[in-house]
T-cell receptor
């Protein structure tokens, strides 16, 4: 029963290139979350997706960042034209489907993260 | 809007001493609250969660947290620190299906 799988674990890009980070949720989990972690800043929520739907992208920068969770395959966080400030650890988490009574109580299962370095 | 504040970005305790990591929340409705731990170069792991069933919540590795509505607090404690407890700890609150994390507290264990 594999956990949340993220790849690549480490990614190096030069300014202006594109970065694609992939996340496969736990089996049976239909919700995917992306967070960005910077030193001393904790985890910043970026986006929450279900299959083929973006539910909440209030934490995503308006430009250059996009996320998808297709019907088949992993969720992908895409950063276009990367800049040095994009260097961070990006964590994906997944959770099972929620119902009204349990909404909000679901535990997130995290991947090991993808560390992006922009040169 | 829901949020959490963790007091102290770094806490140092001696091995065998009490661990106390502070978390205060703000929420307009009864919250769901969580503590997660992150070891170096790893993702976060759940320590415990509060879902209104009991105010004192026991978690893994001997940790527990007490929900105090009057103080809007959910502090994490462990009676006796172990070297393996050195990690970063995050308090979190749910906002619908979205989980909002505090900035984290790095726990250092002194020999």
């Amino acid at each position: 029963n594999a956990g949340v799988m993220q790849n690549p674990r480490h990614l190096v890009r030069r300014r202006g290139q594109e970065a694609r980070l992939r996340c496969s949720p736990m089996k049976g989990h239909s919700h995917v979350y992306w967070y960005r972690q910077l030193p001393e800043e904790g985890l910043k929520f970026m986006v929450y997706l279900q299959k083929e739907n973006i539910i909440d992208e209030s934490g995503m920068p308006k430009e250059r960042f996009s996320a998808e969770f297709p019907k088949e395959g992993p969720s992908i966080l895409r950063i276009q034209q990367v800049v040095r400030g994009d260097s961070a650890a990006y964590f994906c988490a997944s959770s099972p489907p929620t119902s009204g009574i349990t909404s909000g109580a679901n535990v997130l299962t995290f991947g090991a993260g993808s560390r992006l370095t922009v040169l | 809007a829901q949020s959490v504040t963790q007091l102290g970005s770094h806490v140092s305790v001696s091995e065998g001493a009490l661990v106390l990591l502070r978390c205060n929340y703000s929420s307009s409705v009864p919250p769901y609250l969580f503590w997660y731990v992150q070891y170096p170069n790893q993702g976060l792991q759940l320590l415990l969660k509060y879902t209104s069933a009991a105010t004192l919540v026991k978690g893994i590795n001997g940790f527990e947290a007490e929900f105090k509505k009057s103080e809007t607090s959910f502090h994490l404690t462990k009676p006796s620190a172990h070297m393996s407890d050195a990690a970063e700890y995050f308090c979190a609150v749910s906002l619908g299906d979205k989980i909002i994390f505090g900035k984290g507290t790095r726990l250092h264990i002194l020999p």
